[in-house]
Structure formats: structure tokens, C-alpha cells
């Protein structure tokens, strides 16, 4: 299998403008994860899906974020409009399920984005 | 609340030289507890897991970690690094109840030198 694979590695972009961050989860992986890595806060869960269905976006940091799951071989995670603070790694992860017995959480590479 | 501390932000070693990383992590019953390693420019990747029964666990790339309960600890070691080693390391824990929603902590960062 391909592993999770997320586009684009990285994006440089101007405050105000829309970004749209891409992932493919490993195919058969019911559930889907988005975290964001800073230097300030490390890895933090942001939403994450089940059958693409959003089940938890309580770490979604604001009504700028926005992510979709429009089925289960793609996500997309938006912020509109982006400002320098959300400058960040975004990591897509999946998993088989949703107990770490069963489901061990397979990462992409990351999305760099720098928000100028 | 659960967190999860790793005390060294930076460590550099030798090359052939052992290793342990430190994490310390704050939980009521019994953590599910993982170490995962990111290379540069590279994403997470699971190392070893701890979930219930021998308190040291044996992982990938000749890494093991040892559960302590009294200590509140969930060391990663090995006795022999090698310069692909080099990375970051994250430890994390998970919730009651198994799930996937797991916390890491801030992450050590590795250099080795030769």
C-alpha cells in the first residue's frame, strides 16, 4: 500500500488567502485524523472522521478552519482566510479503527504550510 | 487531565553509545502509552506500545521502553544508536478505553554524532 499521502508537502501562501490541504488515507481505513504540529503546542488533534462522517472537531481551532470527507479515499482540511499564526506541519493519519488494539494510526508526511 | 511530558527537548549521543529518552505522563488508571519517531521531513511512525501485562516492551529498530508505574514513566532505550537514528521522538498516551485519540508530548529531538 501507498501509506497516506498528502498534498501538498508544502505550501507558502499570503495572509487572507485560502488554503485547501489534501489526504488520501490508506484504503480500508475507516478513520481519519488531522493534527497539527507547532513549535509552541506540538501535535495537536484537530478533527477526526468515521466513515466520513466528522465525529469529533472540538480541536478545530476556529470557525476558519473547515475540514470534509466527501468519501472514504479523500479530505480535505480548509482554512479561510489563513493568518501567519496558522503557519504549521499538517498531518493526515488513518487508521483500521478506532481502539489503539486494532487500529494503529498510520501517518502521511506532513503539509508545510507558511503563512506570510 | 491527561499530559504527557518529555523533559529534554534536545539530546545529542555518539554513535554506539546507549540512549534513553524520558517521558512522564499524568493519568488517573492505567495509560495507554506509545513512542512513535519522525525523521526529517518524514511523518510519524509507531515504535513500540504498551498496553497491559510485561512492563518492558520490545519495539522496531532495536528500541525498547519500560513501563513504571510508580514512576509515572515510560522510558525509550537503546543500547547501541546509530546515526539513522537521528530524529524526533514523541511519546503519547491514549485514553481510557483504548481509542485513538491520542496526546503527545512536545518531542525530543535526537542528534548523533559520529
Known amino acids: 500500500d501507498a501509506g497516506v499521502i498528502q498534498s501538498p508537502r508544502h505550501e507558502v501562501t499570503e495572509m487572507g488567502q485560502e488554503v485547501t490541504l489534501r489526504c488520501k488515507p490508506i484504503?480500508?481505513?475507516?478513520?481519519l485524523f488531522w493534527y497539527r504540529q507547532t513549535m509552541m503546542r506540538g501535535l495537536e488533534l484537530l478533527i477526526y472522521?468515521?466513515?466520513?462522517?466528522?465525529?469529533?472537531d472540538s480541536g478545530m481551532p476556529e470557525d476558519r478552519f473547515s475540514a470534509k470527507m466527501p468519501n472514504a479515499s479523500f479530505s480535505t482540511l480548509k482554512i479561510q482566510p489563513s493568518e501567519p499564526r496558522d503557519s504549521a506541519v499538517y498531518f493526515c493519519?488513518?487508521?483500521?479503527?478506532?481502539?489503539?488494539?486494532?487500529?494503529?494510526?498510520?501517518f502521511g508526511e506532513g503539509s508545510r504550510l507558511t503563512v506570510l | 487531565a491527561q499530559s504527557v511530558t518529555q523533559p529534554d527537548i534536545h539530546i545529542t549521543v555518539s554513535e554506539g553509545a546507549s540512549l534513553e529518552l524520558r517521558c512522564n505522563y499524568s493519568?488517573?488508571?492505567?495509560?495507554?502509552l506509545f513512542w512513535y519517531v519522525q525523521s526529517p521531513g518524514q511523518g510519524l511512525q509507531l515504535l513500540l506500545k504498551?498496553?497491559?501485562?510485561?512492563?518492558l516492551v520490545q519495539g522496531i529498530k532495536g528500541f525498547e521502553a519500560e513501563f513504571k508505574r510508580s514512576q509515572s514513566s515510560f522510558n525509550l532505550r537503546k543500547p547501541s544508536v546509530h546515526w539513522s537514528d537521528a530524529a524526533e521522538y514523541f511519546c503519547?498516551?491514549?485514553?481510557?478505553?483504548?481509542?485513538?485519540?491520542?496526546?503527545f508530548g512536545a518531542g525530543t529531538r535526537l542528534a548523533v554524532h559520529p
Open positions: 484504503s480500508g481505513h475507516d478513520y
Open positions: 503519547a498516551v491514549g485514553p481510557p478505553g483504548g481509542y485513538n485519540k491520542l496526546i
Open positions: 493519519a488513518s487508521s483500521l479503527s478506532f481502539a489503539v488494539h486494532t487500529g494503529e494510526l498510520f
Open positions: 504498551y498496553f497491559s501485562g510485561d512492563t
Open positions: 472522521f468515521n466513515n466520513n462522517v466528522p465525529i469529533d
Open positions: 493519568y488517573g488508571a492505567t495509560p495507554y
